[in-house]
């Protein structure tokens, strides 16, 4: 059984919470199991395109937090992980013949989510834009911290709205591309507000904005 068929089993499908942390890890481990593009194959396609993609090419928003924390990892994955992954698909040829070679064919597999990983976050990275906090905290915006109730007797919870590069649930950071920011963005405190999760509609009241 590979090690991604684990991780999915491992996975609550339920509550609020545990919802956004497997949205969270399918997002991920679509971002770095991406292969890179054939560029022998390619290389006409993306000349003639260069101009056009640079000008498509979607912005992040993002802290300066959280972009420090996205070159961190991109350091880590270049200078550590990568090195790592080379010496493991060494090891793995050493033992012989590939077309039997778990090993071989999980330290391929790694190799391919790492590259895909630094491809992603270097994209991040290079078209990040630093969020620039309001000095107004009555209205919920990108950047703030959101407390609010599940009516009509669940619990609070609490989440900071920042760009999608530097979403993390695990962390209390959702996406404003997410449905629920999405329907928390522009709302006040007190405000009754129904929120989409993926488990379906939940009204809320939120109770601080910070």
């Known amino acids: 059984m590979s090690q991604q068929n684990t991780y999915f089993k491992e996975i609550p499908l339920f509550g609020l919470k545990r919802i956004l942390k497997f949205v969270a890890f399918l997002v991920v481990m679509q971002q770095g199991l ?19 993609n640079m000008a498509q090419e979607k912005v992040f928003p993002m802290t300066k937090e959280g972009k420090e924390k996205l070159e961190q990892e991109l350091e880590y994955l270049k200078t550590v992980k990568r090195k790592e992954v080379v010496e493991r698909i060494k090891i793995a040829r050493s033992f012989g013949d590939l077309s039997e070679n778990s090993e071989y064919d999980s330290a391929k597999e790694e190799q391919a989510f790492v590259e895909g990983r630094i491809t992603t976050l270097e994209n991040m990275i290079r078209n990040a834009k630093i969020i620039v906090g309001e000095a107004d905290t009555s209205t919920v915006s990108l950047g703030r911290t959101v407390t609010f109730l599940e009516l009509p007797d669940g619990d609070e919870e609490t989440y900071t709205i920042v760009g999608s590069a530097e979403a993390d649930p695990f962390e209390g950071k959702i996406s404003n591309d997410s449905p629920i920011a999405k329907s928390l963005l522009g709302r006040k405190v007190d405000e009754e507000v129904t929120v989409q999760t993926p488990g379906g509609e939940m009204l809320v009241r939120i109770v601080k904005i910070s």
């Open 34 to 52: 991406q292969k890179q593009p054939n560029k022998k194959q390619n290389s006409g396609k993306l000349t003639r395109r260069s101009g056009k």
